[in-house]
């Protein structure tokens, strides 16, 4: 090797070692909310196909949906939600070529996390 | 010879050549669903829970009816297209293919049901 600058160069992140950082959490994040949410699309089709159909379809698809189990996974869908409600909202700003130096970006990482929570507390407390 | 100019060739394509109608849908479909949300998941999560009967009249009123309808359509395109960006990234060849009919069968059969369910109950 005529030119050794092996020590020097800047390396490629490799995942595995990477430190996570508030950007990279939120923006994967975004990407599993939105996706996740297909799940919380069809529960609530087949329960709201349900309460069309028969008092008896819709006792089966209510009894799960508000059994604790359905709780726990209505409750995360309003999380997800909110977080991806909240991301959009970033990513609006984002894509207006607003936010993007490192210390706003990490700002509106953060805001989307504890907003997301405020927010599915809230709609907790209302609904 | 070409009437066009190249600027009015150029406007509106990525260097791909196409793909910025997908970006400007999702911002269309965004603004959208971020004005109705809100008030959705309120309804939404006050019907579910109550007994079958309040359920039925909830739905039966207009803007439930109009709101949910609406959720349904923008929503699963919303996410159609959202899932075809990660599907892309992510898988390639036959999968993608594959990948990509599922969560388009998909979203169209849901939003379908869906708007069945509620004409049922709401007409």
Known sequence: MADDTSGVRPLSPHLQIYRWQVPMLTSILTRITGNALIVSALLWVWWLLAAATSPEAFATADGFLTSWFGDLVMTLSVLGLWYHYLAGLRHLIYDAGRGLDIPTAEKLGWACIIG??????LTLIIV | MRYLTDRKRAVGKGAAGTGTEHHWYMQVSAVGLALIVPTFIIIAGRALGSDHASVLE??????PAILTALVLVVGLQHFRRGAQIMIEDYWHGTTKKAALIFTTVFSYGLTATGLFALAKIAL
């Open chain 1, 116 to 121: 997301s929570v405020v927010l599915t507390v």
């Open chain 2, 58 to 63: 909830t739905f039966s009123h207009p803007i």
